[in-house]
């Protein structure tokens, strides 16, 4: 923490001194500026635990997991082979902020498990699988959209909350507006691009980016931007008279 600190600090008066950030962009934009570096500094950030189960033993995740499942929640756990792994530095700005976003949705449960601990439990390196009532004990991978290395795919915003959603069917950005929506700047501009057009290029542009996510050949950020878009058009074709008595 006291290095998260300090680095932020010495970032804060460079960009400051040799920008003028705070005076030009305003001092709350540079604060979450620097909030976003700080979280993607550590695997666990201060209060991390407050609202992510932290998995030690293979009877610990199995009761986790039955006791979540059992009940109807959607349970996202994340394996990291060493926190100190560039991988998980990578992937932990998305996951804090996924975690933290669905904090309060009692439909939804995450875990963490560090396989330097000692443990019981089986994998090497970094993955993140969900459990529902209709997985196994053993739970299912994400789902992949490219062929890159999977860390990367994570670090995405996008596609980590493409997981989070589709699997549990709750969705922080509503077309719809409703249900205390979060959506983020690049969502609410999309929304506002195409929510007044027609199913019929809602559905070509969707069929359009289905076939672009499928080939799996973007890079994980191209994957992100795609499947942010799918996602939201999904919404809107859903939210239409016609296309929701054809769905």
Known sequence: LKTNLLVCSLLSAGVQRRAGMCGRFGCTRLAALLATISASLACYPDGHFDHVKRVLHLDDLNSFVRSKTGSGVALFVRWIGSESSECCKRQASAWTQVTRAYRDNPLIAFGDINLEDPSELDGS??????????????GVQCPRSTKGAFCEEMAELELLRHCVEAISGQALCRADGG??????ERQAAFLGKWGGRGLAELTRELERLTRITMEQRQSAKAAASAMMRADLLTQLIQASPTGGASG
Request: hydrophobic share 25%; proline share 0%.
């Open 179 to 184: 249900g205390g929506a979060s959506c983020s």
């Open 125 to 138: 390196s970094f993955t993140v699988r969900y459990f529902t009532n209709e997985t196994s004990i053993k």
